[in-house]
């Protein structure tokens, strides 16, 4: 997505938003497109859910992780569970939540206040980055009935298009959190926590634009998907 066109979408948002918490958010991330992404302040996040349809299925955690001047701030890290309609069902068998885990969750309505000021001036990374965003967008439609736009770099986007510069075909499972991560010589990390995950996103994103050359001459808008 070039930046004038992620520009001109959030001007025109700020424009037409009537909400001021959004107004504001978008404010925030308009100064940040042009920034080299080795400058810009990001945030990497994850989110468990007990299924992959925002329509019907809920979230369960959310992780977030800062990215600031090329560096992760550890003490800048945070996890929420999340309170939702009914059990988790068979779904515990990927995240490992559990019902009895909520018991003091947040409800979903803090949740997303909390996430919008937790990002609010953060260009969001993620692995696989709509998927994460459609359930955000869901969820805060359902709240504030107000949809948002959520610009976020997508590592998965990013490996693939350097193995297919190399690669004509990828291999099946390529392109998961941990495949990427090994072929930077990256740790491996439990698998299926928000946090860990939204940790792990943060050092490939790190590691890519290592790759790159440094990021120096690269802006956020130039990778975002």
């Not at 515990?92 to 919008?116: C, K, Q, R, S, Y």
Request: net charge negative; with cysteine.
């Amino acid at each position: 997505m070039g930046a004038w066109l992620i520009n001109a979408t959030l001007k025109w948002r700020t424009l037409k938003c009537n909400h001021s918490l959004f107004k504001d958010y978008y404010q925030s991330l308009i100064p940040l497109m042009r920034l080299p992404v080795t400058q810009a302040p990001l945030m990497a996040m994850d989110l468990e859910m007990t299924g992959l349809d925002p329509l019907k299925d809920q979230i369960l955690s959310i992780g977030l992780v800062p990215i600031v001047n090329g560096v992760i701030p550890l003490d800048g890290a945070q996890q929420k569970l999340v309170q939702i309609r009914g059990s988790v069902g068979q779904s515990a068998t990927i995240h490992g939540i559990l019902d009895n885990h909520l018991a003091e969750a947040v409800t979903i309505e803090e949740a997303m206040a909390w996430f919008v000021a937790q990002t609010r001036g953060h260009v969001l990374v993620a692995h696989h980055s709509p998927l994460d965003c459609r359930f955000l967008q869901q969820d805060i439609l359902s709240i504030y009935r107000q949809a948002i736009v959520l610009p976020a770099i997508d590592t998965l986007v990013l490996e693939k298009n350097r193995l297919l510069r190399e690669h004509s075909v990828l291999k099946e499972g390529s392109l998961r959190l941990g495949a990427c991560r090994e072929r930077y010589g990256l740790p491996i990390y439990g698998a299926h926590s928000a946090l860990t995950d939204a940790l792990a996103c943060a050092e490939l994103l790190l590691a890519q634009v290592a790759a790159m050359g440094g990021g120096a001459d690269i802006s956020v808008a130039d990778l975002l998907s």
